[in-house]
């Protein structure tokens, strides 16, 4: 059973930059597919971005494209989001997700991932 633990929330301002940060457990991390997914208040959870289960391949909202970047070290069981040129609609608390299938795509989809951590809150102000 997989186990998934974020960090690197905060509070920043418009314009700023943050890392989060994903750490897996109990799955062998290297043969899944891993999103980053987040959820404001009153909304729906929504997609951010994904990347497959070696880093080659990756994906992003629309609304992220050119500011938020995706990664993986499989060596260190961990998956990143590195978010930069934050609005304050990107407030939200932010999941990390580990797919179903092995050896898979990125997905966009919440129904693809087996897996949730806990959630990080991140905060941007005006």
């Known amino acids: 059973q997989g186990r998934l633990v974020e960090s690197g929330g905060g509070l920043v301002q418009a314009g700023g930059s943050l890392r989060l940060s994903c750490a897996a457990s109990?799955?062998?991390?290297?043969?899944?597919?891993m999103g980053w997914f987040r959820q404001a208040p009153g909304k729906e959870r929504e997609f951010v971005a994904a990347t497959s289960w070696n880093g080659g391949i990756t994906a992003y909202a629309d609304s992220v494209k050119g500011r938020f970047t995706i990664s993986r070290d499989n060596a260190k069981n961990t998956v990143y989001l590195q978010m930069n040129s934050l609005k304050p609609e990107d407030t939200a608390v932010y999941y990390c997700a580990e797919t179903a299938a092995a050896l898979g795509p990125p997905r966009s989809s919440t129904r693809d991932y087996a897996y949730w951590g806990q959630g990080t809150q991140v905060t941007v102000s005006a």
């Open positions: 109990g799955r062998t991390f290297s043969r899944y597919a």
